[in-house]
């Protein structure tokens, strides 16, 4: 199992997401098209990878370990809108690898919660920053631990 933490910084330049769900589906968005990110949710099961994030959010409470409350502390999405996160705590995801491969489970540390949210946010700088590498080619990103083994292909669809 990865285990994916820290860092703080975010990329303004580029602000592309990949959007997974348990079903292996993901497409490319930006962060200023909301409206037409929340039309595109499948499940509460849905993730985006973000390049833009500077930490990992969750709207899914009950899916984090080791909680703790905080008091509101408020957070500046790219779009300029201000959002709170209420809490934080450490989280399983599961990352796809390709069609017919068993998905790769990451565990994200002080993942931020905010029930505000439409998806899970994995942020791309905490991942990099711990020496993850994320590469966004073609129509995929996948994601290398810091050995270089590929713990998730997420591939784009539906034109997106």
Known sequence: MAHVAEGKESNDEENYAFLIDTDNIALVCTSDFQEEALKTRISSQSIIIDCSASSHFTPDRDKLVDYQE???IPIRAADGRTFAVHGRGMMKIYLPMGKGKKPTPVTLTNVYYSPH??????SCTRMTRIGYKVLLEGSECTIYSPNYKAIGIIPETQGL
């Open 70 to 72: 905080l008091t509101a």
């Open 117 to 122: 949210l439409a998806f899970t946010l994995v």
